[in-house]
């Protein structure tokens, strides 16, 4: 079975979220995806600045990956490179940072029947240490939390387990607001108890995923279906099921460890 942080979060979130998305493959045909489609535009420029790319050439590949997508008072392009703009002064080029890695996929053989995948923004060095640094865009990081943190453990687990002696990770907060930029670090450090944690976690929802599989039994976790995509079917009757899911519903894997042309 290939896992990533997303499958494995979908799960523990909500197994009845985890049929529908990453079983049944769907996605709705018309979903929010402003925040996701404006941190991918700023990861495209950061990606361009990181590699060396000069200033011009970073905002371009923001606003070209923000054309056709939906905004909102804060998510477009012209705050959008307001934020990059200041983003740039203050920490292009990196004073305390080396980076050694960009955009990295990574896969390890968690266990014979796990693979573990993800892609790392950046591993960079500072100070004689190497970091995973991973950037996020948000309006409010009152419930950002770094540690404990599943997706940096699961990257620092396996950049260790492939040579790459990572100590922690760096969170680089970037914030979405219409009257002010602002900007964050947060370094946190991961000890080996935390690691075989992880990998135990890890272990745990598989076999979870494998019963409910098997069973077919997906319970419904109710505690945020107020945010939740799949809502429509969960209070969909088995009768008027298929009905929604034709109408409301496209099939869409998450394979995003498979390379395309748009994820290399």
Known sequence: MIVDNTILQCFNRCPRMYKWRHLLDLVPQEDFTT????GSA???????????????KGLTAFANSMTGKSIDDKRNIPNGLIILNAYWKKWIPEKTLSVKHIESAIQIELTSDIIFCGKVDLVVEMFGDLYVLDHKTASNFRNTVARPNNQFTG??????????P???AILNLIAVLKTKQDFHRIITTRQE????????WVCDTKQLI???????????????????????????????????????????????????KTNP
């Open 35 to 38: 925040p996701l489609d404006f």
């Open 42 to 56: 700023v990861h495209s420029c950061l990606e361009v600045w990181y590699k060396g790319g000069n200033y011009d």
């Open 155 to 164: 990257y620092i687990y396996a950049l260790r387990v492939l040579g790459v």
């Open 166 to 168: 990572v100590t922690g």
């Open 193 to 200: 108890w935390e690691l075989t944690e992880w990998k135990r």
């Open 210 to 260: 494998d019963i409910a599989t098997q069973y077919d039994d997906f319970p419904k976790y109710t505690h945020s279906c107020w945010q939740c995509s799949y809502k429509k079917l969960c209070n969909s009757s088995s009768e008027s099921l298929q009905t929604m899911i034709d109408s409301k519903y496209k099939q869409e894997k998450w394979e995003p460890w498979i390379p395309t």
